[in-house]
């Protein structure tokens, strides 16, 4: 079962985020991401990752969601093209856009 605890701490982050809790949806992500750290579910750690970014971007921690956004990047691209996690990799290279977006203004 504790294959599923990351899964479910992100539910929880994004079932937070939407009653407009910010603060426990960041905590349960944060704990998400933990877990997924220390195994090798890359695809989960680019949905979480990407979650912080959103997050971050959202309370304009620019630098933040950029470092964010990079490394989902990175854990989305997985072995590279075609075994990348496209839904991820789109996201993040659209919060790093979002990204430089809010900077240039």
Not at 17 to 40: G, P, V
Not at 61 to 76: G, M, V
Request: proline share 1%; glycine share 0%; net charge negative.
């Amino acid at each position: 079962m504790v294959d599923y605890e990351a899964d479910l701490l992100l539910a929880w982050a994004r079932l937070h985020y939407a009653k407009k809790d910010t603060i426990q949806a960041k905590q349960c992500a944060e704990r998400a991401l933990a877990i997924a750290d220390r195994s090798d579910f890359r695809v989960l750690r680019a949905d979480i990752r990407n979650f912080l970014a959103h997050l971050a971007l959202a309370n304009r921690h620019y630098q933040e969601a950029s470092n964010l956004a990079q490394a989902a990047l990175r854990d989305a691209l997985c072995d590279g093209f075609p075994y990348s996690y496209k839904l991820a990799l789109d996201e993040a290279k659209h919060l790093l856009d979002e990204v430089e977006k809010a900077l240039q203004q």
